[in-house]
C-alpha cells in the first residue's frame, strides 16, 4: 500500500529530450508538491498544488511545468533537459497545505541523469 | 531569513552508541520542526515533528527531539544506534505564506561503525 509513489524510479536520457516524471498518492490528501535534491543533497521545493491549483512556484525554469489531472496527481514535465537538470526528484504529499500543521509524505524519488 | 542548520556534515557512531545530531532554526515566531531521514537510495520517512506543546518529541524508531527555545535548536537523539540507522538525516521547518514550505538543513550523514 504505497502512500505516494513515483514513476519512474531511475530515469536517464540525452540533452536536449522532453521527458515527464509521474506521481500519485493515495491518501486523500490535497495538497502535491515536487522537490529537487541535487548533488549535495539539498533539497528545495520546486511547486506545490493544492487542489489541483498552483499555489507554490519558486524560481523554476520555465522548461519545468507541473500538471495536476487530479488532486491525486501530479506529474512534472520537463523540456529541453539540461546537465544541469541532473538531480533526485521527490514528489510529496499533505493533507491541507496551507496550515503549519500539515505533514508531507514524501515518494521514493526519481533520480533523473542528463548525458 | 528563516532557516535550519545542521552543523555537522558527517557523524560516525559505533553501534550501541547513543547519537545527538543538531539543528538550530532561524525564526521569528514559534518553529513548526521535523526530522527526516533518507536511507541509501530511498525517499524520506518522518520521524518525528514538533508543532507545539511537549517540549520532548517522541518518534519512530527509537528516536526523540527535544525544543529549546533559549538555544534555537532541535536536536535529534537515539539512546543506542543500530547498524540499519545509517542514513543521511534532515532537520526541516515549515514556512508559510503562499502554501507550506518545507525549508531543509543540509542533512547529516551517520555512519555507524559495528
Known amino acids: 500500500d504505497t502512500a505516494v509513489s513515483q514513476t519512474p524510479k531511475y530515469l536517464v536520457t540525452q540533452m536536449g529530450n522532453d521527458k515527464s516524471i509521474k506521481c500519485e498518492q493515495n491518501?486523500?490528501?490535497?495538497?502535491m508538491y515536487w522537490y529537487k535534491q541535487d548533488s549535495k543533497k539539498f533539497l528545495k521545493i520546486m511547486f506545490s498544488?493544492?487542489?489541483?491549483?498552483?499555489?507554490i512556484n519558486e524560481t523554476v525554469p520555465n522548461r519545468f511545468s507541473p500538471k495536476s489531472p487530479d488532486k491525486a496527481h501530479l506529474n512534472l514535465h520537463i523540456n529541453s533537459l539540461e546537465l544541469g537538470d541532473s538531480a533526485v526528484y521527490f514528489c510529496?504529499?499533505?493533507?491541507?497545505?496551507?496550515?503549519?500543521?500539515?505533514?508531507?509524505?514524501f515518494g521514493p524519488g526519481t533520480r533523473l541523469t542528463v548525458l | 531569513a528563516q532557516s535550519v542548520t545542521q552543523p555537522d556534515i558527517h557523524i560516525t557512531v559505533s553501534e550501541g552508541a547513543s547519537l545527538e545530531l543538531r539543528c538550530n532554526y532561524s525564526?521569528?515566531?514559534?518553529?513548526?520542526l521535523f526530522w527526516y531521514v533518507q536511507s541509501p537510495g530511498q525517499g524520506l520517512q518522518l520521524l518525528l515533528k514538533?508543532?507545539?506543546?511537549?517540549?520532548l518529541v517522541q518518534g519512530i524508531k527509537g528516536f526523540e527531539a527535544e525544543f529549546k527555545r533559549s538555544q534555537s535548536s532541535f536536536n535529534l537523539r537515539k539512546p543506542s544506534v543500530h547498524w540499519s540507522d545509517a542514513a543521511e538525516y534532515f532537520c526541516?521547518?515549515?514556512?508559510?505564506?503562499?502554501?507550506?514550505?518545507?525549508?531543509f538543513g543540509t542533512g547529516t550523514q551517520l555512519k555507524v561503525e559495528l
Open positions: 510529496a504529499s499533505s493533507q491541507w497545505g496551507y496550515s503549519r500543521l500539515d505533514t508531507q509524505y
Open positions: 491518501l486523500g490528501h490535497d495538497t
Open positions: 498544488y493544492n487542489n489541483k491549483e498552483l499555489i
Open positions: 525564526y521569528g515566531a514559534t518553529p513548526y
Open positions: 514538533y508543532f507545539s506543546g511537549d517540549t
Open positions: 526541516a521547518v515549515v514556512l508559510t505564506g503562499g502554501g507550506n514550505k518545507l525549508t
